[in-house]
């Protein structure tokens, strides 16, 4: 069997640490260099190593040594220098179509998106610095085109290579826009503007009230708005989309959604990285899957019906491959009823109302339980925060009733990383929570590492473990979902709800990905009325009535797979979208 040893040089800089794991190899004891050091760097020569694994156990996470399925046995499309990430296979824009990708964070989705934007040119595991530098451009696509032929890709690559193709590229991580661009909203867009789209599109995207805004003073909704609309501006046949959905609410979610499946005409292709799972049933055609060792290695499998694919991604194992890449299959279940019946009262409320400027927040009447997870639906700027400090004491309401002052532990939606090293944000969370926390959620392999060195997923992860180390009565997470791919989502949940059954507090998750919150929560609290403007706190109610009150004001209606059992959005207007509606069932009849 094939394998490949990846070592992450960053992770094991200490001269003694390397030598020592030098020492253990059993290849270079018998008297060959199998690991060698140079200029301080570790090395593992492939060819000779045996796959032991003993390296890998002594490196904290710094050495991994993988064997690869049959799937990635021949040269890889890219790899990162020797003993780098290796990228097997891509995906493929298809004309007409939307195309999905779905996997977890770090097995190359970026990477191979790159690819096919031209922004990275694949070296196909050549890891001659002189061979990938010396070649032209031209070599390496004609390469990319005999590696494809035969397949649907191929002739991509050979309207790439003819310059027929131009692609337009939504980056992932909209909040690093403020840091490349100054001047206002509208100065950004009209720079981007090659196809004469501007008021066409700042009205679809609703970005009217913001143009003449700073792009440093924007909230990451309107970013990802922003990034959107200066992607489908400009004239191009190829459009991608890394994660178009972070920050946005669901409202924003299907618009945007709608919005981005009209861009598929027959001259254009569109691909687009999600993990919202309900949000990519809803946008794509066609999903490829991508499995692997996140870090070390990513295989893009063949493309497939959207429904199929996302099911088969649940199950954790892709038959035609035959590969099995997590040991246990996802399900859903319709929810037992939340039995909150024993549980004691932390909190509760009566006809609690504030008006701050020109913004009024009401609460009619509602309790918490301890030991709950409570999803809270509702758009941006609706009063989820507001609510939240009134419960806390933090913030006083003009009439009402509050039963008891609770503490409040909370996540805020967007992070600041700060300089601040992890091991000193997260030092309750390893003394503390190792178990419950730490290894769950990874936080061990960031210890090293500033706040402001960490990925968006990094950083949320250590966000959300500091929030549920904290003594506190009510924990709120706004939107924890946001960069976590789906493994970590569901892990996530997990972890929360875990958390709640040994305290006595509760956690209000606020959150738009619904299948997230259709899994993690016992009870619902919708938020309603009009942002910026009115709020309204309703419930909590049990699932199946705050759904319903939910989904009947955004008007779409869900149903479950038949097979996975997920939630999905049904077409509007199809036989079982009208049953539904006429059944006043808006979530999963
Ligand atoms: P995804 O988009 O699926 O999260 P990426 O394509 O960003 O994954 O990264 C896949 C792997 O490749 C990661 O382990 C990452 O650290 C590595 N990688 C990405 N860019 C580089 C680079 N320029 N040099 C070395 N390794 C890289
Ligand atoms: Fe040496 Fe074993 Fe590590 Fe290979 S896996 S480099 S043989 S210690």
Redesign the pocket.
Same mark, same amino acid.
């Given at each position: 069997m094939k394998r490949i040893?990846v070592v992450d040089n960053d992770k094991l800089k200490d001269a003694d640490k390397q030598r020592h794991?030098q020492s253990? *190899?059993?290849?270079?004891r018998a008297g060959t260099e199998?690991?060698k050091i140079e200029n301080g760097r570790l090395f @593992?020569?492939e060819a000779?190593?045996?796959?032991?694994?003993? *390296?890998?156990k002594h490196s904290d996470g710094a @050495?991994k040594?993988v064997n690869l399925p049959t799937s990635a046995e021949g040269d890889p499309i890219h790899r990162f220098g020797e003993n780098g990430f290796a990228l097997y296979s891509l995906p493929t824009p298809l004309f007409g179509k939307v195309v999905g990708i779905l996997g977890p964070n770090g097995i190359g989705k970026s990477t191979a998106l790159n690819i096919l934007a031209g922004h990275l040119i694949p070296n196909f595991g050549s890891t001659q610095e002189e061979q990938s530098q010396g070649s032209e451009k031209s070599e390496q696509l004609k390469r990319l085109i005999g590696f494809f032929k035969g397949s649907e890709a191929q002739g991509f690559f050979e309207k790439l290579a003819s310059g027929e193709i131009k692609v337009a590229y939504k980056p992932q991580h909209v909040d690093l826009i403020p840091k490349a661009h100054t001047g206002t909203v509208r100065d950004l867009l009209l720079k981007a503007d090659e196809t004469d789209s501007f008021d066409r599109i700042t009205e679809l995207l609703e970005l009217k009230d913001v143009l003449d805004t700073e792009i440093s003073k924007v909230s990451g909704g309107e970013l990802q708005r922003i990034a959107i609309a200066a992607t489908v501006m400009k004239r191009a046949n190829v459009y991608i989309f890394d994660e178009p959905t972070s920050y946005l609410d669901i409202q924003q979610r299907i618009k945007v959604s709608k919005f981005i499946r009209g861009l598929a005409t027959e001259e254009t292709a569109v691909l687009v990285v999600e993990h919202d799972l309900i949000i990519l049933d809803f946008l794509t055609d066609l999903v490829h899957i991508m499995y692997g060792k996140p870090g070390a290695f990513g295989v893009v499998s063949g493309v497939k019906p959207t429904r199929t694919g996302i099911n088969i991604y649940l199950s954790g194992y892709l038959k035609e491959e035959n590969v099995r890449f997590r040991d246990h299959a996802v399900h859903f279940m319709a929810k037992p009823p939340a039995d909150s019946e024993k549980n004691e009262r932390l909190v509760a409320w009566k006809d609690l109302s504030v008006q701050l400027g020109r913004f009024r927040l009401s609460a009619d009447e509602g309790e918490i339980m301890q030991h709950q997870v409570i999803g809270v639906l509702g758009p941006n700027g609706i009063g989820k925060t507001t609510f939240v400090k009134i419960l806390a004491g933090v913030q006083k309401p003009d009439t009402g009733e509050i039963s008891d002052k609770v503490k409040v532990s909370y996540k805020p939606q967007y992070l600041e990383p700060t300089d601040e090293p992890v091991a000193s944000a997260a030092r309750d969370v390893i003394s503390k929570y190792d178990v419950q926390l730490a290894r769950p959620l990874g936080i061990h392999e960031l210890l090293d590492k500033k706040l402001s060195d960490l990925s968006g997923g990094e950083l949320q992860r250590v966000a959300i473990a500091v929030c549920l180390a904290r003594e506190a009565d009510l924990y709120l997470l706004d939107e924890p979902s946001a960069y976590l791919d789906v493994e970590q989502r569901l892990l996530v949940s997990k972890v929360i709800r875990d958390v709640m059954e040994t305290r006595t507090g509760s956690a209000l998750v606020v959150d738009h990905d619904l299948l997230f919150v259709d899994y993690l929560s016992e009870s619902l609290i919708v938020l309603e009325g009009t942002p910026a403007k009115e709020g309204a706190v309703k419930g909590p109610f049990t699932m199946e009535e705050g759904m319903n009150r939910f989904l009947s004001r955004l008007s779409i209606t869900l149903r479950r797979d038949m097979e996975s059992k997920r939630p999905r959005i049904n077409k509007e207007d199809s036989r079982k979208d009208r049953e539904q509606r006429a059944a006043q069932k808006w979530y999963y009849s």
């Amino acid at each position: 069997m094939k394998r490949i040893a990846v070592v992450d040089n960053d992770k094991l800089k200490d001269a003694d640490k390397q030598r020592h794991i030098q020492s253990l *190899c059993p290849v270079n004891r018998a008297g060959t260099e199998c690991i060698k050091i140079e200029n301080g760097r570790l090395f @593992i020569d492939e060819a000779t190593c045996i796959g032991c694994g003993i *390296c890998a156990k002594h490196s904290d996470g710094a @050495i991994k040594i993988v064997n690869l399925p049959t799937s990635a046995e021949g040269d890889p499309i890219h790899r990162f220098g020797e003993n780098g990430f290796a990228l097997y296979s891509l995906p493929t824009p298809l004309f007409g179509k939307v195309v999905g990708i779905l996997g977890p964070n770090g097995i190359g989705k970026s990477t191979a998106l790159n690819i096919l934007a031209g922004h990275l040119i694949p070296n196909f595991g050549s890891t001659q610095e002189e061979q990938s530098q010396g070649s032209e451009k031209s070599e390496q696509l004609k390469r990319l085109i005999g590696f494809f032929k035969g397949s649907e890709a191929q002739g991509f690559f050979e309207k790439l290579a003819s310059g027929e193709i131009k692609v337009a590229y939504k980056p992932q991580h909209v909040d690093l826009i403020p840091k490349a661009h100054t001047g206002t909203v509208r100065d950004l867009l009209l720079k981007a503007d090659e196809t004469d789209s501007f008021d066409r599109i700042t009205e679809l995207l609703e970005l009217k009230d913001v143009l003449d805004t700073e792009i440093s003073k924007v909230s990451g909704g309107e970013l990802q708005r922003i990034a959107i609309a200066a992607t489908v501006m400009k004239r191009a046949n190829v459009y991608i989309f890394d994660e178009p959905t972070s920050y946005l609410d669901i409202q924003q979610r299907i618009k945007v959604s709608k919005f981005i499946r009209g861009l598929a005409t027959e001259e254009t292709a569109v691909l687009v990285v999600e993990h919202d799972l309900i949000i990519l049933d809803f946008l794509t055609d066609l999903v490829h899957i991508m499995y692997g060792k996140p870090g070390a290695f990513g295989v893009v499998s063949g493309v497939k019906p959207t429904r199929t694919g996302i099911n088969i991604y649940l199950s954790g194992y892709l038959k035609e491959e035959n590969v099995r890449f997590r040991d246990h299959a996802v399900h859903f279940m319709a929810k037992p009823p939340a039995d909150s019946e024993k549980n004691e009262r932390l909190v509760a409320w009566k006809d609690l109302s504030v008006q701050l400027g020109r913004f009024r927040l009401s609460a009619d009447e509602g309790e918490i339980m301890q030991h709950q997870v409570i999803g809270v639906l509702g758009p941006n700027g609706i009063g989820k925060t507001t609510f939240v400090k009134i419960l806390a004491g933090v913030q006083k309401p003009d009439t009402g009733e509050i039963s008891d002052k609770v503490k409040v532990s909370y996540k805020p939606q967007y992070l600041e990383p700060t300089d601040e090293p992890v091991a000193s944000a997260a030092r309750d969370v390893i003394s503390k929570y190792d178990v419950q926390l730490a290894r769950p959620l990874g936080i061990h392999e960031l210890l090293d590492k500033k706040l402001s060195d960490l990925s968006g997923g990094e950083l949320q992860r250590v966000a959300i473990a500091v929030c549920l180390a904290r003594e506190a009565d009510l924990y709120l997470l706004d939107e924890p979902s946001a960069y976590l791919d789906v493994e970590q989502r569901l892990l996530v949940s997990k972890v929360i709800r875990d958390v709640m059954e040994t305290r006595t507090g509760s956690a209000l998750v606020v959150d738009h990905d619904l299948l997230f919150v259709d899994y993690l929560s016992e009870s619902l609290i919708v938020l309603e009325g009009t942002p910026a403007k009115e709020g309204a706190v309703k419930g909590p109610f049990t699932m199946e009535e705050g759904m319903n009150r939910f989904l009947s004001r955004l008007s779409i209606t869900l149903r479950r797979d038949m097979e996975s059992k997920r939630p999905r959005i049904n077409k509007e207007d199809s036989r079982k979208d009208r049953e539904q509606r006429a059944a006043q069932k808006w979530y999963y009849s």
